[in-house]
């Protein structure tokens, strides 16, 4: 199969040119497999290629998307607005705020604003035993890492970090998790406040709460 393959900015520079076309013998290819391909082809993009995007057909794809024949990949370096994600997930494991603060703090950071939300017992006046999230975790995955960046473009020099847990979780729980560190306090506040309000704005994320009788309702549903 034949993948037609296009460089911007320093990738350009470090491959020597704009386009190139890869043929593999299967007829889809793992992304770790092209990569491989492209730093075998250009030794001087291998150290910078785990930091590099990759878009397929004009969109942005998951680490699990196959490559395949007569695709376009658009090989991205990191962009302009400063540090990559520190850290992005969405997943049932349990949120540590210990993994949340190391990802952002540094020798430069003279503040680390941190959000949490937590499980509360009540909502809208009425008693709350617990709580489902649901995601449609490669969505939200890679829409949280758009907000994290949109944040990052707008803010300079914060390094900002999100976890959302997923399942079920207890009264007391940490259900997400934002942090933001900068050199200030004024630019370390506002920028974890515009993520995690962001965050709750677009990110395919649902709650569902239960009460202790058992029933239970999907919030924002009914508007």
Known sequence: MKVHVHYYAAARELAGCEAATFEFPASAVAQRDFRRAVAERYPSIAAFLERMRLAVNGDFVDDSQEIRD??????????AGGAPVALCRVSDDDVSLDEVRNAVAHSGAGAICIFTGVV?????????ARLDYEAHESLALKEMERVLEGVDAEHAGVRLAAVHRVGTLAIGDI???VAASAAHREE???ACRK???RIKETVPLWKKEWGPSGEAHWVNLEG
């Open 120 to 128: 509360r017992d009540n909502a809208e006046g009425k008693e709350v």
């Open 70 to 79: 007569g695709d376009r990949v658009d090989l991205l370096p990191p962009v």
């Open 195 to 197: 993520a995690i309000d």
């Open 175 to 177: 259900a997400v998790c």
């Open 188 to 190: 370390a506040f506002a």
